[in-house]
Each structure stands twice: as structure tokens, then as C-alpha cells.
């Protein structure tokens, strides 16, 4: 499979806000808050063409009961995928390339609030954001055909920046 990143794409927040109002209904009153997350949802970094969308919802189990209707939008579902207390979805556009991933989690859990601390910190430190960019270039260069490749090479990087995120939003949040 080759691997690719593509400078930023304003594009990226439209698909993100049209798919919002395609699933937003499937979750229903479980639903707590869909938010965009990865490197589509950060100015001015490369990023694999791919929108990740996080939903908060009040009740896990119950997402369980809405699979057939996120089959029905198009998504393979793909049950936990190696997160406990994940849901994990992902869709594919007519050519069979990955357009969309969707992570459920119960709202306020850990994976969340990393998700969530990781973007925010990225988009409030520009050169942070740089560097990270630029290790995907790299990576790409270093592993063209190897996504398991390009995953491990962004590992420690992104480790040690959501460690460093969680410190920042803790502070953020007790300064307001």
C-alpha cells in the first residue's frame, strides 16, 4: 500500500463538517459531541488525505447497536481494533481508497482527552506542528510502500508530544 501525505487542504474541514452531518444522526441521543482529530484537523501540515473523526458518545454498548446503519453510510465496522472501549469505523471511497476513519469513545474517557490535547497543542504550537510534519515527509521517503513502517517511525514522536499535550491542556484548564 503506498503511504502519502499531502500538504494541508483547506478542503479537509468541509468533508470533515459534511461527514459530522451524515453520521451525527446514526448515534442519536447517545451522541455527546463528533469532533475532526489527526493531522486533516491541523493548519499547515502534510497529512495522509484521510478525515479522522472522534465521537463522544454517553453509552459505548450502545454503539454497538448502530452498525448497520453506519454500514449503510458506507463504513466497515471494525469493532474495538485494538483500543479498548473503542468503536472503530473506516470507509472507503468507489476506488477502494480510505477516505474516513471513525474512533467512538464514551465521553471524558483517556483516549479523548489524549485525542483531543494532541490536536489542540499541535494547533497552538505552529512549530511543533512543523517538526511533525516534517518527520512524516521523511517517513514517507524512508517507507513509500510500508504504512506499518511510516505508523512505527511517528510512534515516539507522537508518545511524547500527547505526554507533553495532556501537561499543557492540564495547565490550560486550571488557568481559565
Known amino acids: 500500500m503506498k503511504v502519502e501525505v499531502l500538504p494541508h487542504n483547506p478542503i479537509w474541514r468541509s468533508k470533515f463538517e459534511d461527514e459530522a452531518k451524515l453520521i451525527a444522526p446514526v448515534f442519536g441521543d447517545n451522541l455527546v459531541a463528533i469532533h475532526h482529530i489527526g493531522s486533516t484537523a491541523i493548519p499547515h501540515i502534510y497529512a495522509k488525505p484521510i478525515?479522522?473523526?472522534?465521537?463522544?458518545v454517553k453509552d459505548i454498548i450502545k454503539v454497538d447497536e448502530q452498525s448497520s446503519a453506519m454500514t449503510a453510510l458506507g463504513y466497515a465496522v471494525m469493532g474495538e481494533f485494538g483500543i479498548p472501549g473503542r468503536r472503530y469505523f473506516r470507509k472507503d471511497d468507489a476506488t477502494g481508497k480510505r477516505t474516513h476513519h471513525v474512533h467512538t469513545f464514551?465521553?471524558?474517557t483517556p483516549e479523548v482527552k489524549r485525542h483531543l490535547a494532541f490536536r489542540d497543542y499541535m494547533i497552538a504550537h505552529?512549530?511543533?506542528?512543523?517538526?511533525y510534519s516534517e518527520l512524516k515527509r521523511q517517513l514517507v521517503q524512508q517507507y513509500p510502500n510500508d504504512i506499518n513502517g511510516y505508523m512505527d517511525?511517528?510512534?515516539?514522536?507522537?508518545?511524547?508530544?500527547?505526554k507533553t499535550a495532556l501537561i499543557w491542556k492540564t495547565l490550560s484548564d486550571s488557568d481559565s
Open 51 to 56: 478525515i479522522d473523526i472522534l465521537v463522544e
Open 106 to 108: 464514551e465521553v471524558c
Open 153 to 162: 517511525g511517528k510512534d515516539g514522536f507522537i508518545k511524547e508530544m500527547e
Open 126 to 131: 505552529p512549530e511543533i506542528a512543523q517538526k
